[in-house]
């Protein structure tokens, strides 16, 4: 009612938000910390990276099947590097020159990915937190850090329950 009695524009929008504010309708939230937010960032950025080398070597594997080349699963690395090149030999120039800089492409992703998940490591390694976390296994410092900076502070949530409902468990 308060929203639909008053003409709308930005002045009374925020001075009816207060109003009910005042009222009670708005409950605080919490904001992470810098620190926080800064680490969900590079879990972000990492995750892209992560997912664009897969893409990538998804493509290159998927092109090479359709030249009759089938790559064997779990190669990773300088391994499927060499494996890509090696393949590549025989086929048309064009399809070769597609393929080399997808391989080019992939090759960068995939130091980069590797390069962020050492600094996670020693991010990880400092944090009493994420170390509790990896004992845990299957937890890496990945898992951990982005449990860590996504729960934040423990004392806002009331008990497990709300925890593991927050994060989608």
């Known amino acids: 009612m308060a929203l639909n009695a008053r003409k709308k524009t930005d002045k009374v929008d925020a001075k009816v938000l207060a109003e009910l504010a005042v009222m009670g309708w708005y409950k605080p939230i919490y904001r992470k910390t810098g620190k926080d937010r800064e680490m969900r960032t590079y879990l972000t950025a990492r995750e892209g990276i992560v997912s664009s080398a897969t893409k990538i070597k998804n493509t290159i594997r998927g092109l090479l099947k359709a030249h009759g080349v ?4 779990r190669v990773d690395g300088d391994e499927f590097s060499n494996r890509v090149k ?7 120039e064009i399809v ?3 393929l080399e800089m997808l391989l080019e ?10 390069e962020m ?3 996670l490591r020693k991010i990880a390694k400092k944090d009493k937190t994420a170390e509790r976390l990896m ?13 860590s900076s996504t729960i934040s502070k423990t004392n806002r949530f009331k008990d497990k329950k709300h ?7």
Do not use: N, R
Request: proline residues 6%; positive net charge.
């Open 86 to 92: 090696e393949s590549i030999k025989g086929l048309p």
């Open 135 to 147: 004992t845990v296994p299957g937890v890496g410092p990945a898992t951990a850090l982005c449990f």
């Open 96 to 98: 070769k020159s597609a």
């Open 163 to 169: 925890v593991a409902s927050y994060i989608g468990l």
């Open 117 to 119: 998940y050492k600094k």
């Open 70 to 73: 089938v790559l064997i699963k």
């Open 105 to 114: 492409a992939w090759e960068k992703l995939d130091f980069q990915k590797h």
